[in-house]
């Protein structure tokens, strides 16, 4: 099973990027990787996805480096509302590997 | 378009008694999946469903069972409900396994 790590929490303050890193150093060839947000008291919800190189959508980046053991989500220029929990998914696409496992989460607090 | 609908949102059981967490999703998603939340930790997979007919254990699934009683509906039981399982429950759906998962409001579980 792919497992991950992130750091626990991260601070920033409004305009700034965040970048937060997930590491799995045991990803798998077919796995994919996600990353979900959560809000207190309400299911995570999908930011981005990728499998290797960078990704870019309306509301992130994500980049991974060519072995595929870390990636970086990066959030530009944060507001309050981003203050959440930042979840890293490892897991297999199209049934491959079905039993996914999400990292202990970064608590990232956004400061005005 | 509901979603991912969970019901009840909340519930308060005493040790031994049993009950059913329901859960149906509206997108014609083939994978259904089923997770708790314990305070300040992350989400963990109890069972996982990957199509009509067919289900699988995931991280924590002692003291539970599920049933995919068709492709819209997931239901997951708790026999003899123990304090250990209080928790907050999500239902998740996604297109096949791996794809972006949508989550369900949640369902806040006590066990006295």
């Known amino acids: 099973l792919a497992k991950t790590t992130q750091p626990i929490s991260m601070d920033s303050y409004e305009g700034q990027e965040v970048n937060i890193t997930c590491s799995h150093n045991?990803?798998?060839?077919?796995?994919?990787i996600t990353w979900y947000q959560q809000f207190p008291s309400q299911g995570p919800r999908f930011i981005i996805q990728?499998?290797?190189t960078k990704v870019t959508n309306e509301v992130a980046s994500l980049f991974i480096p060519a072995d595929r053991k870390s990636s970086t989500l990066s959030l530009p220029r944060v507001s309050l509302s981003d203050t959440a929990v930042y979840y890293c998914?490892?897991?297999?696409?199209?049934?491959?590997?079905?039993?996914?496992?999400f990292g202990t989460g970064t608590l990232l607090a956004v400061q005005p | 378009n509901a979603g991912v609908t969970q019901t009840p949102k909340f519930q308060v059981l005493k040790t031994g008694q049993s009950m059913t967490l329901q859960c149906a999703q509206d997108?014609?998603?083939?994978?259904m999946y089923w997770y708790r939340q314990d305070p300040g930790m992350g989400l963990r997979l109890i069972y996982y469903?990957?199509?009509?007919?067919?289900?699988d254990k995931g991280e924590v699934p002692n003291g539970y069972n599920v049933s995919r009683l068709n492709k819209r509906e997931f239901s997951l039981r708790l026999e003899s409900a123990a304090p250990s399982q209080t928790s907050v429950y999500f239902c998740?759906?996604?297109?096949?396994?791996?794809?972006?998962?949508?989550f369900g409001p949640g369902t806040r579980l006590t066990v006295l």
């Open positions: 045991n990803i798998a060839t077919n796995d994919y």
């Open positions: 998914l490892v897991g297999g696409y199209g049934g491959a590997t079905n039993k996914l496992i």
């Open positions: 997108m014609n998603h083939n994978s």
């Open positions: 469903s990957a199509s009509e007919g067919t289900t």
């Open positions: 998740a759906s996604s297109g096949t396994s791996g794809d972006t998962q949508y």
């Open positions: 990728g499998y290797k």
